[in-house]
């Protein structure tokens, strides 16, 4: 069965440190969809990134990095040098196949403080 | 207009009260859906409408009822509803269900 786990539920910081929110998952199927989505406090969900299952390397977009080891069944996402704009819930989510359905994990909420 | 709007952005009614939640997308997707996220569960997956046409019902109560009239509009008519229903409801729309999501702001209900 599908599962995602964030076993953070809340996590703060101060600003300009780095911050790792973990991820794992599970799921029988060889091809799949990991997502990171970030959710300020006006509750839009933005996304932030896919990868496919077959995609390993990791990732960069600015001050956001993603690290994705099948491995252990990880998909951890570090933001370096925080800050407040950050504060947020991040969840990660995964879908198998071609039916669309995100499997959602709890999600980490994230503050930054000045 | 861009992106996914959702109407209304918030909304109280009784529960023998019937109303609709509006999703329109401008971004030229084909596939859409409906989440439920309350304080006690995690993002929960309703609906997923393909070319207008339903794919996915996550086992979902029939008070709540959706319609997909085209690719770009997306209704969820609740009728009955409990207070348990209460909830922030998102809509999302992808260019093909293999792609990511982009969500709307949400409409958050209130049943009494």
């Known amino acids: 069965a599908q599962k995602v786990t964030q076993a953070q539920t809340e996590i703060s910081v101060v600003e300009k440190e780095d911050v790792t929110l973990d991820c794992v998952y599970e799921?029988?199927?060889?091809?799949?969809?990991l997502f990171w989505y970030k959710q300020p406090p006006s509750g839009e969900l933005v996304f932030l990134i896919r990868r496919n299952s077959f995609d390993e390397q990791n990732e960069i977009s600015g001050r956001y990095s993603w690290n994705f080891q099948k491995s252990t069944s990880s998909f951890n996402f570090t933001i370096t040098a925080s800050q407040v704009v950050d504060s947020a819930v991040y969840f990660c989510?995964?879908?198998?196949?071609?039916?669309?359905?995100?499997?959602f994990g709890k999600g980490t909420k994230l503050s930054v403080k000045p | 207009e861009t992106g996914v709007t959702q109407t209304p952005r918030h909304l109280v009614m009784g529960m023998t009260n019937k109303k609709s939640l509006k999703c329109e997308q401008h971004l030229g997707h084909n596939a859409m859906y409906w989440y439920k996220q309350s304080a006690k569960k995690p993002l929960e997956l309703m609906f997923v409408y393909n070319f207008k046409e339903q794919t996915e019902n996550n086992s979902v109560p029939s008070r709540f009822s959706p319609e997909c009239p085209n690719s770009s509009h997306l209704f969820l008519h609740l009728h009955t509803l409990q207070p348990e229903d209460s909830a922030l409801y998102l809509c999302?729309?992808?260019?093909?269900?293999?792609?990511?999501?982009?969500f709307g702001p949400g409409t958050r209900l209130t049943v009494l």
């Open positions: 999302a729309s992808s260019p093909s269900t293999y792609n990511e999501q982009f």
């Open positions: 989510a995964l879908s198998e196949g071609s039916q669309g359905n995100l499997i």
């Open positions: 799921t029988r199927d060889t091809t799949y969809y």
